[in-house]
């Protein structure tokens, strides 16, 4: 987050408007990035805004850590042969740069990055991978997640290490709310029927 709060502001600069702290960041920040952009720089093209972002981007100082018990939990779900897969907003050479960098990209089968709308392409990540979506959940930290797992029609969990706080996940109505991965993990080791635990919890 500090990447993209630190990015944002390069852009804020450039149009001349208040940069934003890193809490008002969370409280205002939401995907479709167009929307966030169209109310605070309005009138200006998106292809414009992406390319001071990505300026600001590769001029920040900003390192991107593992999240805390991100990597033992994608190696737990890897033990479990679960298959994971990656949707994202961000671009998709900065994301492929970064995953590699952080020694993540044997976990995923298929990433889909660059996407400005998850809710356009879930249908298609599960259709060209064969998923059932009775047996899949979209794990994610913002409303935008919830909503298209929502869409697609899957289970949906939203972890409170990133960019929304707890409210305004429950807003969403994902069938999880989770402090960090660790929780997950500990929900999940040892639960044969994971798909009954989402709809006790939820």
């Known amino acids: 987050m500090a990447l993209v709060v630190c990015a944002t502001n390069h852009v804020m600069r450039v149009y001349n408007k208040p940069e934003l702290e890193r809490e008002d960041f969370r409280k205002s920040f939401r995907l479709p990035y167009e929307e966030f952009y169209s109310e605070f720089i309005p009138g200006v093209d998106l292809e414009e805004i992406e390319g001071h972002f ?32 990656v949707l994202t907003s961000m671009c998709a050479m900065a994301f492929s740069e970064q995953v590699s960098g952080l020694n993540l990209s044997q976990y995923f089968e298929n990433t889909y990055a660059g996407v400005l709308d998850k809710r356009d392409i879930i249908g298609k990540l599960i259709a060209e991978n064969g998923l059932d979506p009775k047996r899949t959940i979209f794990v994610g930290d913002m409303t935008h997640d919830i909503e298209t797992a929502h869409h697609g029609g899957v289970y949906s969990a939203g972890v409170l290490t990133g960019y929304n706080e707890r409210e305004l996940l429950q807003s969403a109505m994902p069938h999880l709310v989770l402090d960090d991965l660790a929780e997950f993990k500990t929900m999940l080791n040892g639960e044969t029927n994971w798909q009954s635990l989402m709809e006790v919890k939820g």
Do not use: C, I, N
């Open 54 to 85: 990505r300026q600001g981007f590769a001029l920040s100082k900003e390192t991107v850590p593992v999240l805390q018990h991100a990597e033992a939990f994608l190696a737990y779900l890897k033990t479990l042969d679960s298959r994971m897969f």
